[in-house]
């Protein structure tokens, strides 16, 4: 519905699953989530009541992540990873190993719901990005505990702080007394990204300071791409906002 064409003819869903395709489901073989903190309930009646496989996933951002939703998928259904995927899959490695050396060492604070934020923290883990302030007000104790041990997985994750059932209030106050490079989160962020002099990166929703970013992929290895295009070019712009003359380069 966000991405519905100006016809000239008004139409309140363009697309999507039908009601007869929606009832349907319940006959599948499998199903996956993406998002697993937002559908714990549908994932329980979709194993108990109607005996499906089921898998859940947060967010599958980022090269590796999406792997592992690929591989599922394949298992689940039988069927090869199509060599289209697979080209894309080359194209987000290289623009990964192209852009890594923007991202190493950042010191990045990220806010948003449980789900995305598993799988934003999971990509800048893999980029060698520092996570340091993981901030989701309605994160619980069990999300906290998942996101500690991501964050343990990887020498670029030790310093990272989790805070579940914190505002945008306390993210400031960590901005202001623990500076960091970067802020990634939706435009309520705008504000603490503003007075702690930082870069902003728009991911999440809602998204309304800025125009067509919901047009664009954020999972998935094209959504890999954007991240990488968006995150490293903010960290990029911000060295050219901020350096003298004599650092003020045409390569960076």
């Known amino acids: 519905s966000f991405d519905s064409p100006l016809s000239g003819q008004y139409t309140m869903y363009q ?9 349907e489901c319940v006959n599948a073989t499998a199903t996956i989530s993406l998002q697993a903190y937002a559908t714990t309930k549908t994932l329980a009646a979709f194993s108990g009541t109607w005996g499906q496989k089921t898998k859940a996933f947060h967010s599958p951002m980022g090269i590796g992540a999406f792997d592992g939703f690929l ?3 394949s298992e689940m259904s039988g069927r090869p990873i199509p060599a289209s995927i697979r080209a894309e899959r080359g194209r987000a490695v290289d623009a990964a190993t192209d852009a890594h050396p923007y991202f190493h060492g950042k010191r990045i604070s990220v806010f948003g ?3 995305p934020l598993l799988g934003l923290v999971n990509f800048l883990l893999e980029m060698g990005a ?12 069990k999300w906290a505990t998942q996101m500690q041990a991501l964050l343990a997985s990887s020498p670029f994750g030790v310093e990272g702080q989790v805070h579940a059932g914190r505002d945008l209030w ?3 106050s960590l901005l202001m007394t ?18 702690a002099g930082i870069p902003h990166v728009r991911i ?13 992929a954020t999972i998935g290895y094209r959504g890999a791409i954007n991240l990488i295009t968006w995150i490293a070019n903010a960290l990029i712009e911000q060295v050219d906002r901020t350096c003298d003359d004599a650092h003020f380069e045409l390569l960076r």
């Open 71 to 73: 591989t599922t998928l």
């Open 130 to 141: 520092e996570p340091a302030h993981i901030v989701s007000t309605n994160g619980t104790k």
């Open 15 to 23: 697309g999507g699953t039908t009601l007869e395709e929606a009832a």
């Open 170 to 172: 306390h993210l400031r």
């Open 113 to 115: 719901d449980p789900d």
């Open 178 to 195: 623990e500076p960091v490079d970067l802020l990634v989160g939706n435009s309520h962020g705008k504000y603490a990204a503003r007075d």
């Open 204 to 216: 999440g929703f809602p998204i309304v300071d800025r125009v067509n970013l919901h047009r664009y």
